[in-house]
């Protein structure tokens, strides 16, 4: 994988809590704490993605139908024991 170098300014208080990290033993450097930063959005914009998918496909399913938990759990310890 290629990697591209960039330069990004942060301020001293967020300066001073990536050097935390790293002397917390979590990060060995800078770029290596940027990187899990990202990862980690991309992590919860997919996360995001797939609820709005989710929840676009409920919306589309039709009309609701009312839910008897009764029921349901009989359904499901009759097909489950």
Known sequence: MGAVRKTITVTDQ???W????????RYTNDSEYIRDL???DQGRSAELEA????????ESS????RFNADEFKKRM?????
């Open 38 to 40: 990202i990862r980690r």
């Open 18 to 25: 990536i050097k935390a990290q790293i002397d917390a033993g």
């Open 62 to 65: 039709g009309e609701p139908r």
């Open 77 to 81: 310890l009759t097909a489950h024991g």
């Open 51 to 58: 609820i709005r998918a989710a929840l676009i496909d409920g």
């Open 14 to 16: 967020q300066d001073g």
